[in-house]
T-cell receptor, first 113, second 117 residues
Framework: EDKVVQSPLSLVVHEGDTVTLNCSYE??????LLWYKQEKKAPTFLFML????IEKKSGRLSSILDKKELFSILNITATQTGDSAVYLC?????????????FGTGTLLAVQP | GAVVSQHPSWVICKSGTSVKIECRSLDFQATTMFWYRQFPKQSLMLMAT?????????EQGVEKDKFLINHASLTLSTLTVTSAHPEDSSFYIC?????????????FGPGTRLTVT
């Protein structure tokens, strides 16, 4: 059965800290891995990763994929209170007529002032 | 770019009635739209996948006669919760993915919070 596991489930840090969020997966016919940030409403897209070892970066956020070990990490440096959210990892597998995303349970990040 | 809207953003209905939720891709054409539901403190669970002009594909355990999905155009999909019950109360989120050459990533709508009394 396809699954995506995120760790830790929750994390509390102080502003300025650096955090690393983990996502491991077992998915048939892997196509891509995506990271989303969810605050009070629907998830907002952060990154899509398809190739191993190539870091994607956006401001203080960066992510990388290891297709051999089947995991990805999301790094946030110099955290701010606005980074507080649930971070979701999703993996897309090739299958049938339409590829679909399988989501992990998310990591709840709380950044304290 | 890649904006997805949902309407309504929240709705309260009585048990036994039906509720329709709209999902629109505003600035791109979406080959495929997905419908998810999310219970408090839980992750998104895919309910169904809809491709424009064809029948939706439902995930195991999702009743297709209860959750009617119509994807009539490349920019609009609707989810109708028929004969709603309190256990259907949840946060319903749609996402859309573009045509070849458009955004391939799934972009999410803002969600619809349904409360059935």
């Amino acid at each position: 059965e396809d699954k995506v596991v995120q760790s830790p489930l929750s994390l509390v840090v102080h502003e300025g800290d650096t955090v690393t969020l983990n996502c491991s997966y077992e998915v048939t016919n892997f196509r891509s891995l995506l990271w989303y940030k969810q605050e009070k409403k629907a998830p907002t897209f952060l990154f899509m990763l398809t190739s191993s070892g190539i870091e994607k970066k956006s401001g203080r956020l960066s992510s990388i994929l290891d297709k051999k070990e089947l995991f990805s990490i999301l790094n946030i440096t110099a955290t701010q209170t606005g980074d507080s959210a649930v971070y979701l990892c999703a993996v897309e597998g090739l299958g049938g007529a339409t590829n679909k995303l399988i989501f992990g349970t998310g990591t709840l990040l709380a950044v304290q002032p | 770019g890649a904006v997805v809207s949902q309407h309504p953003s929240w709705v309260i209905c009585k048990s036994g009635t039906s509720v329709k939720i709209e999902c629109r891709s505003l600035d791109f054409q979406a080959t495929t739209m997905f419908w998810y539901r999310q219970f408090p403190k839980q992750s998104l669970m895919l309910m169904a996948t809809s491709n424009e002009g064809s029948k939706a594909t439902y995930e195991q355990g999702v009743e297709k006669d209860k959750f009617l999905i119509n994807h009539a155009s490349l920019t609009l999909s609707t989810l109708t919760v028929t004969s709603a019950h309190p256990e259907d109360s949840s946060f319903y989120i749609c996402s859309a993915r573009g045509l070849a050459g458009g955004p391939y990533e799934q972009y999410f709508g803002p969600g619809t919070r349904l409360t059935v009394t």
